[in-house]
């Protein structure tokens, strides 16, 4: 069995910053792909971050240049430092990776999400 455990989600004020953290814990061999989405109210979950086997994936424009995702390997932990914050960035953040172990193989998992709230 595999767990995400988000961190970080708070209210925050415009302009200002937050880092959100995940842990992956669990029976992991080999993570393919880590990273965030956000779903905001009436809207459907997009991905804002992430790296995977073949590199980061690219930052939507939304947030390009103001957000920023590092994983740590060795801890199978993701971040995502969020500066310049905007009303428009509230939302729950979802963390996701792909996992494989011996006994399951590849599969998705989620974390149950954090929330973001930027008031303006």
């Known amino acids: 069995q595999v767990q995400l455990v988000e961190s970080g989600g708070d209210l925050v004020q415009a302009g200002g910053s937050l880092r959100l953290s995940c842990v992956a814990s669990?029976?992991?061999?080999?993570?393919?792909?880590m990273g965030w989405y956000r779903q905001a109210p009436g809207k459907a979950r997009e991905l804002v971050a992430g790296?995977?086997?073949?590199?980061?994936?690219d930052y939507p424009d939304s947030v390009k240049g103001r957000f920023a995702s590092t994983r740590d390997n060795a801890e199978n932990m993701v971040f995502l430092q969020m500066n310049s914050l905007k009303p428009e960035d509230t939302a729950v953040y979802f963390c996701?990776?792909?996992?494989?172990?011996?006994?399951?193989?590849?599969?998705?998992?989620w974390g149950q999400g954090t929330q973001v709230t930027v008031s303006s």
């Open positions: 996701y990776a792909n996992i494989y172990n011996y006994k399951t193989g590849s599969n998705d998992y």
């Open positions: 669990g029976s992991i061999v080999t993570i393919n792909f």
């Open positions: 790296r995977g086997i073949g590199g980061d994936t």
